[in-house]
């Protein structure tokens, strides 16, 4: 089984630029989550998808920040403009449906290191 | 609010030696809760999880991990440490309803020959 796809690896931008960063998750898994993980800390959600709806963007910082879900499989997310702080690794998992019985664990991607200089 | 706190930031300990990770959550109702291993580059891959039932859950690569719900503990230990243990774990505690993770900061293991 395949797991969930992230691309590129690695970004370095100079701040003011825009960056995008794509995840393919798991066929089948209808919730895809994007999280930031800066360096010595644990993930943090940014925002989590069920199909192409938004289910929870309460810490994506939305005046630079955007994230989309096509068709409920792919998503891209995109920083516009990139500051100092956003280098962090990008971290897209994905889930079965959520809100069935069963808590669904989430599978996760290898991650996009952004360095912003 | 939920919340998890990883008291070691890091740990270091000898191959073949025993290891326990220490994990405190703060939840009001009775967690979901997740070990998760990420080597240096790589994702998170899930070790082990808790839902309900017994309180001693097994994991991959022979880890375990005891709830206590007296201490809102979920220690993650292993008898043996290899060093291909070497990564650093994360505990998370998952809400219910919302199936938000909280992930704690981390804890760094080294592992020495």
């Known amino acids: 089984e395949a797991g969930v796809a992230q691309s590129p690896r690695y970004k370095i931008i100079e701040k003011r630029q825009s960056v995008a960063f794509w995840c393919n998750p798991i066929?089948?898994?209808?919730?895809l989550y994007w999280y930031q993980q800066i360096l010595g800390q644990g993930p943090k959600l940014l925002i989590q998808?069920?199909?192409?709806?938004?289910?929870?963007d309460s810490q994506l910082p939305k005046d630079r920040f955007s994230a989309e879900r096509l068709k409920g499989v792919d998503s891209t997310l995109k920083i516009q403009p990139a500051k100092l702080e956003d280098s962090a690794v990008y971290l897209c998992a994905s889930s079965l449906e959520v809100g069935t019985s069963s808590y669904n664990e989430q599978f996760f991607g290898p991650g996009t290191r952004l360095t912003v200089l | 609010a939920q919340s998890v706190t990883q008291p070691d930031i890091h740990i270091t300990v000898s191959e073949g030696a025993s290891l326990e990770l220490r994990c405190n959550y703060s939840?009001?109702?009775?967690?979901?809760l997740f070990w998760y291993v990420q080597s240096p580059g790589q994702g998170l891959q899930l070790l082990l999880k808790?839902?309900?039932?017994?309180?001693l859950v097994q994991g991959i690569k022979g880890f375990e991990a005891e709830f206590k719900r007296s201490q809102s503990s979920f220690n993650l230990r292993k008898p043996s440490v290899h060093w291909s243990d070497a990564a650093e774990y994360f505990c998370?505690?998952?809400?219910?309803?919302?199936?938000?993770?909280?992930f704690g900061t981390g804890t760094r293991l080294k592992v020495l020959a």
């Open positions: 939840y009001g109702a009775t967690p979901y």
């Open positions: 808790y839902f309900s039932g017994d309180t």
């Open positions: 998808f069920q199909n192409n709806g938004v289910v929870d």
């Open positions: 998370a505690v998952g809400a219910s309803g919302t199936y938000k993770y909280i």
């Open positions: 066929s089948g898994h209808a919730t």
